[in-house]
């Protein structure tokens, strides 16, 4: 594999005077996890394949993912993990290229990596292992990877598609977008994949931040600044869906794995409710503890479950702290209504800056769920999270990238 660092300047430069013309099969716009699996396994088929990103370095967002460690797959990934508008999409590339796939591959490049809880797998040192692995497979099949190269214009040619590009005009059968979705622009997110879709007659379904921290206001957000970097498992639902993970509170919200899968869910106005002791049946709990310790303060009894600075925090604020023998029943009730399903209305997402998936995008009714080619217009391709599907937290969103990358590779 050719990588071509910084030759941007270069070839804008040589554009100028005379454009260069070349020919391949396959051209790849985006080298992120499905860019690159879909280059690497079109490459192994024996294509010629061009992989071009217009960032300076190419799988930015694995480096960065499972906090260095890459959360690479998911060993229970299955199609309920994925949200869309049309949920059978997704089906028939996760049955052909499943999280045992890549597990093989990643065995075969020796990447030590373990399961962190819930089947998903994180590499024991570092997601640059994820990257090398599949820069070295691309380099092994030969493919030919330009960095800092845009991409102004796609149009159809006679037989396939003539790009305008940093390195000149490129033609090629084959067209395939890897652009990914929106989120996070510092590290190379463009609406690209969406422009070329809706230019090639594609509809994009209504893009937002998914799996992202939720922001709060007035004497919530103070709450939660004063809780900063408390964590505690609980249950978390809005609407149908419900997830039990770990909340974590922000200087600016909410936050913590439970709260960004149900930020997938949330629209804004929707209350979220918490079930901060999801183990305890709490009426029956509070009933027992002031029977055994009626002199003890309610705080002195939270805090046999939550830190002593969260007790202290929601005794106090919420319900007023006294012994326990001063609460009558109602007032019990109350409280156990309160813990067991505390209603929280944020006041927003902190939104692309930090979500980890854009939901929505291009709409998979308009492409082919077995080869993620167009209905459109044949030969161009969409891949990974430009698509309308978006997964869970727990390495499902890169198992659907080598999944559809895999699957576009059979026939680019
Ligand atoms: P991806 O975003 O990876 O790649 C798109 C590529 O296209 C980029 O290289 C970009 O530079 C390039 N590009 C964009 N516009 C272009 C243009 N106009 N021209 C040329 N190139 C262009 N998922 C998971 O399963 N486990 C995890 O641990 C994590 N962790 C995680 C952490 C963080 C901080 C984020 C932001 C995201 C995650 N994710 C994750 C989600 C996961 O990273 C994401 O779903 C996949 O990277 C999507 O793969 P794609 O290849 O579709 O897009």
């Known amino acids: 594999m050719e990588v071509a660092e910084g030759d941007e300047q ?12 070349r020919s391949t099969d396959v051209v790849i716009i985006g080298a992120g996890a499905a860019g690159l699996m879909c280059a690497m396994t079109a490459a192994a ?11 300076n370095k190419p799988g930015k967002k694995i480096l960065m993912s499972g906090g260095g460690r890459c959360n690479f797959t998911n060993m229970y990934a299955e199609p309920a993990n994925f949200s869309s508008r049309n949920p059978h999409f997704c089906k028939s590339a996760l049955a052909r290229y499943t999280p045992w796939d890549f597990i093989a591959l990643v065995d075969r490049h020796g990447v030590p990596y373990h399961e962190k ?42 037989a396939g598609y003539v790009l305008d590009t940093d390195l000149g005009e490129v033609t090629a059968s084959s067209v395939v977008i890897a652009t990914g979705g929106l989120s996070i622009p510092t590290l190379g997110a463009t609406g690209f994949g969406y422009e070329i879709a809706r230019r090639f007659g594609h509809t994009v379904l209504p893009t937002r931040a998914g799996l992202v921290p939720f922001t709060t ?3 919530l957000k103070e709450l939660c600044a004063e809780l900063t970097g408390t964590s505690v498992a609980a249950v978390v639902s809005c609407g149908e869906e419900s997830f039990r993970e770990n909340i974590l509170f922000t200087h600016r919200g909410l936050s913590g794995p439970a709260i960004l899968q149900i930020s997938s869910f949330w629209h804004p106005g929707d209350t979220v409710t918490i079930d901060l002791l999801p183990d305890h049946d709490v009426l029956e709990w509070l009933q027992g503890r002031q029977a055994a310790r009626p002199d003890s303060e309610l705080k002195t009894v939270l805090g046999e479950v939550f830190t002593k600075k969260m007790a202290t925090l929601l005794a106090d604020r919420w319900f007023t702290s006294r012994p326990m023998k001063r609460y009558t029943p109602a007032e019990l009730r109350g409280i156990a209504d309160t813990l ?13 800056r930090t979500a980890e998936v854009t939901l929505g995008g291009v709409d998979t009714r308009e492409v082919s769920s077995k080869t993620m080619e167009s209905v459109k217009s044949p030969g161009l391709y969409f891949i990974g ?7 869970h937290l727990g390495g499902f969103n890169f198992q659907w990238a080598w999944a559809s990358g895999h699957a576009a590779a059979q026939v680019a």
Not at 10 to 21: H, L, N, S
Not at 45 to 55: A, E, I
Not at 385 to 391: A, F, H, N
């Open 10 to 21: 270069q070839a804008r430069g040589a554009a100028k005077i005379r454009p260069v013309m």
């Open 45 to 55: 088929r024996g294509r010629r394949v061009l992989l071009l990103d217009s960032s």
């Open 117 to 158: 809880k819930l089947g998903q797998l994180f590499c024991d040192n570092r997601s640059k292992d994820i990257l090398n692995l599949l820069l070295d497979e691309c380099r092994q099949a030969g493919v030919e990877l330009h960095v800092t190269t845009a991409v102004r214009e796609i149009a159809r040619a006679d």
């Open 217 to 219: 206001s007035g004497e």
């Open 340 to 352: 067991g399903a505390w209603p929280v209305v944020p006041a927003g997402t902190e939104g692309y």
């Open 385 to 391: 999270e430009v698509l309308d599907v978006t997964g």
